[in-house]
């Protein structure tokens, strides 16, 4: 998917944000709310998310050039680290505004329109994100998917205002307003600590899931005969591309074109198993001793071909 086709949940997610965001501090006028208000706070930090995940996602489209030979889809965990440190800020200042009303309570007024408004601004948010995450999980954005899931946690933190406005406004107890404040605080420190780590393993070349590295195995498995081999099968991701390399073992009396023809079908049926994967191939003569001790990962490595002779 191009950029202009990313660009639009990103800026239905921007413009998303300056509405909820609107919407919120309105409602926390109304009412005084400090969780309508820690609701708001993080609605500042959506619109500062979507805006940074715009620009990132056009950068990570930019072809590649003499100083990034392998592209710039990395930056897209640059980003989802951004999301997560930002999601972590505004678990704090929900906390610091909860803890400061717990020492300062006082009534609320005005329930019933402040929280119609915080409804119809978590309705907003829930249906973009939605379409974020299928965007970001279809076309493996992790711009996409970090903006959708940070708006979730909007959408969670919404509800768990409502819910405890509801409360409020039954009971009478301002005292859980504040105490609600603290729990939704905890609970969108799970969506940031996802999102960081997953930016991390994306920074430091994490091999891809196991399902995805069985798929390839078993597709290179099925190619596999006598005097055949594969090792130091390597597998990364960088934003939307997903990278696949390995020593491919042939016969030394193979002409060059006899290996080049096998090469390109063990890189069809990889690209197969593993659709929009970039396929990098060594060949290696399967009699060279040397080939068998040639990378650290053969340590590691299970067993990769049916025959190894």
């Known amino acids: 998917m191009s950029f202009s086709e990313r660009r639009v949940p990103v800026l239905l997610s921007i413009l998303a944000a300056l509405v909820t965001l609107g919407m919120k ?45 392998y592209g710039h889809q990395k930056i897209e965990f640059f980003s989802s680290g ?19 009303r717990l020492l300062h309570p006082h009534d609320l007024v005005q329930l019933e329109l402040g929280t119609c408004l915080s409804i119809g601004a978590a309705l907003i948010n829930f249906f973009v994100a939605r379409m974020l995450i299928r965007v970001g999980r279809r076309t493996n954005s992790i711009i996409l998917e970090a903006d959708g899931q940070h708006l979730m946690t909007d959408v969670w933190t919404s509800f768990g205002v409502v819910i405890g406005l509801a409360l409020v406004y039954l ?6 307003d504040p105490l609600l404040a603290l729990l939704v ?15 991390f393993h994306g920074l430091m070349d994490h091999a891809l899931p196991e399902a995805e590295q069985l798929a390839v195995r078993v597709a290179l498995n099925a190619l596999m005969r006598p005097g055949l081999h594969y090792h130091a099968l390597r597998t990364r991701q960088a934003g939307a591309r997903k990278f696949v390399d390995f020593h491919l ?50 340590k590691v490595e299970q067993p990769a071909g049916p025959d190894k002779s």
């Open 25 to 69: 501090l309105a409602a926390y006028y109304l009412t005084d709310s400090v969780s309508l208000l820690s609701d708001a706070a993080e609605s500042i930090v959506n619109l500062l998310a979507a805006v940074a995940a715009f620009l990132f996602l056009w950068y990570s489209v930019q072809p590649v050039d003499a100083s990034h030979t």
């Open 249 to 298: 073992l042939v016969p030394g009396e193979w002409t060059v074109k006899e290996a080049h023809d096998f090469t390109e079908r063990v890189e069809d049926v990889v690209k197969q198993a593993l659709p929009g994967a970039e396929v990098t191939v060594h060949i290696e003569p399967i009699e060279a001793a040397a080939a068998w001790n040639d990378s650290e990962l053969l």
């Open 185 to 199: 605080a905890s609970n969108i420190v799970w969506t940031a600590w996802d999102l960081l780590a997953r930016s």
């Open 82 to 100: 951004i999301e997560g440190m930002l999601i972590l800020v505004a678990a704090a200042g929900i906390a610091w505004h909860a803890v400061e």
């Open 171 to 176: 009971t009478g107890w301002s005292i859980l």
